[in-house]
Nanobody, 121 residues
Framework: QVQVVESGGGLVQPGESLRLSCAASGNIFKIYAMNWYRQAPGKQRDLVAVITNGGSTNYADSVKGRFTISRDDAKNTVYLQMNSLKPEDTAVYYC???????????????WGQGTQVTVSS
């Protein structure tokens, strides 16, 4: 019913920047929060950044001041601008969209397949 696709990952050197994108599509009535998570090898999936449908944002302490989350509701898209990247930012980044499909009075979480970000010299 709702598809979520991330893009923009890659290999960068420490100090460089990347911009991740995540587009939601399908039978969508309303999108609420749009979030980014990440999971490093052997570790749990952690919340990185949140943006509500009202535009409020919140960040993990480890990325505050370096990452910026934003959204374009006309495109059902959320972005994650990542600056001053560090090796410890290396992970698979997942997009999570909280949405209500058309015809179903229920809000569910929808996940993308993930995009790899590697920060290495």
């Amino acid at each position: 019913q709702v598809q979520v696709v991330e893009s923009g990952g890659g290999l960068v050197q420490p100090g460089e920047s990347l911009r991740l994108s995540c587009a939601a599509s399908g039978n969508i009535f309303k999108i609420y929060a749009m979030n980014w998570y990440r999971q490093a090898p052997g570790k749990q999936r952690d919340l990185v950044a949140v943006i509500t449908n009202g535009g409020s944002t919140n960040y993990a302490d480890s990325v505050k001041g370096r990452f910026t989350i934003s959204r374009d509701d006309a495109k059902n898209t959320v972005y994650l601008q990542m600056n001053s990247l560090k090796p410890e930012d290396t992970a698979v980044y997942y997009c999570n969209v909280r949405a209500m499909p058309r015809g179903i009075i229920r809000v569910d979480d929808y996940w993308g397949q993930g995009t790899q970000v590697t920060v290495s010299s």
